[in-house]
Every structure is written in structure tokens, then in C-alpha cells.
T-cell receptor
Framework: DQQVKQNSPSLSVQEGRISILNCDYT??????FLWYKKYPAEGPTFLIS?????DKNEDGRFTVFLNKSAKHLSLHIVPSQPGDSAVYFC???????????FGTGTRLTIIP | KAGVTQTPRYLIKTRGQQVTLSCSPI?????VSWYQQTPGQGLQFLFE???????NKGNFPGRFSGRQFSNSRSEMNVSTLELGDSALYLC?????????????FGSGTQLSVL
């Protein structure tokens, strides 16, 4: 039972353009959402998060949007840079609970 | 501040053997979680320890177990290894009480079962 889904295994975007990564969830009890970035041979690193009381959170080039009614969130990266090439994982939890439920990841490739 | 340290980085075992993986969390972090990453499956939650007590558990068989010591260091053990246990095992620590609590991951232990 995949409660967090990332339906695009891979995405290629030209440098300087916008990258949009999508994530859907099924468990309506989730109220805290995070994005992690992972390079090969390294552990995931935290990028940005959003709680269910918000619909948008920005941090520099990264913006996360949350649509609770659609149970959908997206990560926007503008402008995309070569160093953004990595696997991106969406994760969800109940606020204050250390257990994260992860999606299967989307491999983002930025084309110079 | 040192990050999360996992040892060893790589392990090769044969079916039926057992293995112990080690994790040292960030200093001051009392929560340690373990995840299994396999291709196409994302990160699957194994368990979480806080103050030497298992607080959350994922849907893995009893062959997977863990413990946490008084200094917050944690170990994970897998007994009677199967080929399907080949994966990257990630440990993460976190500090309670922050609004934007997040997990800090180690680089993982890559386990290959032959």
C-alpha cells in the first residue's frame, strides 16, 4: 500500500528552466510534508517542508505547494541548475511523529 | 557538528548469515530511525528509537531488530539474511521539540547478500 506516490520516475529539464516534481498521497491523516534530495552514495538531505495549515512555502529557489483537497504536493525549482541533478523524495508524516513515509523518488536531470 | 555516522559503509554477506549495522547520531539527538532503500521501493521505514525504547515500527519481519544505547547510538541487526535484504540501510537522527523537525541522514550501509 503505497501511501505516498511519485508517479514520474525521471524528469529532464534544461538549465535555467523550471523543474516541477509532483507527489500524491492517500492518507488524510498526514499533516506534514517534506522534500529530500539524494545524491548517489550519500544519504538524503532535507530540502524544504510544509505543514497542512499552509498551501505554499518558499526557500530561495525552492517552493513547495500543497493542495490538501487533491492530496497533492509539488516542488518547484527555479531556475534549475546542474547541481540540482539528483533523486528527489517526497515524504509525509503526522506532525511530531518521527516516522516518515516516503515516495519512490524522481530522478531529476538538469541538461546544461 | 559531526553528522550522522554509519558503519560499515559496505558489507557483503551470504544467505543465512546475520549482520549488525551501527549508527551514531548527531550529538544531542535522541531519536534514531532506520530505513531500507531498494530500487523502485523508495525508503521503507524499519523502526525508530527514542531514549533506548522502540517508539515506532514498520512492516518488516522479526528478522529485523534494533536497539539503542544510553548514548543514543543505535544498532540494527538482520538475522538469517535473504537475497532480498540487499539494500542501502539508512540511519537518521532528529532532535525533538523543533517545529520543523526533520531527519538528518547518514550516508548509509550498502548491504549485498550473495
Amino acid at each position: 500500500d503505497q501511501q505516498v506516490k511519485q508517479n514520474s520516475p525521471s524528469l529532464s529539464v534544461q538549465e535555467g528552466r523550471i523543474s516541477i516534481l509532483n507527489c500524491d498521497y492517500t492518507n488524510s491523516m498526514f499533516d506534514y510534508f517534506l522534500w529530500y534530495k539524494k545524491y548517489p552514495a550519500e544519504g538524503p538531505t532535507f530540502l524544504i517542508s510544509i505543514s497542512s495549515i499552509k498551501d505554499k512555502n518558499e526557500d530561495g529557489r525552492f517552493t513547495v505547494f500543497l493542495n490538501k483537497s487533491a492530496k497533492h504536493l509539488s516542488l518547484h525549482i527555479v531556475p534549475s541548475q546542474p547541481g540540482d541533478s539528483a533523486v528527489y523524495f517526497c515524504a509525509a508524516s503526522r506532525f511530531g511523529n518521527e516516522k516518515l513515509t516516503f515516495g519512490t523518488g524522481t530522478r531529476l536531470t538538469i541538461i546544461p | 557538528k559531526a553528522g550522522v555516522t554509519q558503519t560499515p559503509r559496505y558489507l557483503i554477506k551470504t544467505r543465512g548469515q546475520q549482520v549488525t549495522l551501527s549508527c551514531s547520531p548527531i550529538s544531542g539527538h535522541r531519536s534514531v530511525s532506520w530505513y531500507q532503500q531498494t530500487p523502485g521501493q523508495g525508503l521503507q521505514f524499519l523502526f525508530e528509537y527514542f531514549s533506548e525504547t522502540q517508539r515506532n515500527k514498520g512492516n518488516f519481519p522479526g528478522r529485523f531488530s534494533g536497539r539503542q544505547f544510553s548514548n543514543s547510538r543505535s544498532e540494527m541487526n538482520v538475522s538469517t539474511l535473504e537475497l532480498g535484504d540487499s539494500a542501502l540501510y539508512l540511519c537518521a537522527s532528529s532532535s525533538e521539540g523543533q517545529e520543523d523537525e526533520k531527519l538528518f541522514f547518514g550516508s548509509g550501509t550498502q548491504l549485498s547478500v550473495l
